[in-house]
């Protein structure tokens, strides 16, 4: 799998790589999807769920989007054609031990609370 996730505004933010690790354009290990579509941080936070093209948050609504969007979701916007130049991604950190995700709600077409480009951070403790 290799896709590219832009935020609410149709702006590049992040890269999935092969064995579904997300990364930044600088190269920075954000967060990794397991086999059961889950995306977690670094610090073993449970981030919602990759399914379809559509990054699904906790409350059902679209965090991020991919590069094709099958199933619920919001008015999308264009997709920027101008990208950052994507350097070689660094090594990557070892993955934690993660509990159970938490119950996958219902996918909503809305926005999530909290989508990329507004105030989600996986950056933040880096």
């Known amino acids: 799998m290799t896709d590219i996730i832009y935020d609410l505004e149709g702006s590049p933010v992040y890269r999935v790589l092969p064995q579904g690790r997300i990364v930044d354009f600088e ?8 086999d059961g579509r889950n995306i977690y941080d670094y610090h073993g936070m449970h ?3 990759y399914e379809d093209g559509a ?3 906790h409350d059902g609504g ?3 989007f991919g ?12 997709r920027s054609e101008a990208r950052p130049r ?3 991604p660094v090594r990557e950190p070892p993955r934690p031990a ?6 996958r709600p219902e996918r909503r077409a809305a926005w999530a609370r909290r989508p990329l480009g507004s105030r989600l951070d996986l950056h933040s403790g880096h």
């Open 27 to 34: 190269g920075q290990s954000v967060a990794w999807i397991d």
């Open 98 to 103: 993660v509990y159970f995700p938490p119950p």
């Open 47 to 49: 981030r919602g769920w």
């Open 67 to 78: 590069g094709s969007v099958q199933g619920p979701c919001p008015d999308l916007p264009p």
């Open 86 to 88: 994507a350097r070689r």
């Open 62 to 64: 679209m965090i991020g």
């Open 55 to 57: 990054w699904v948050g």
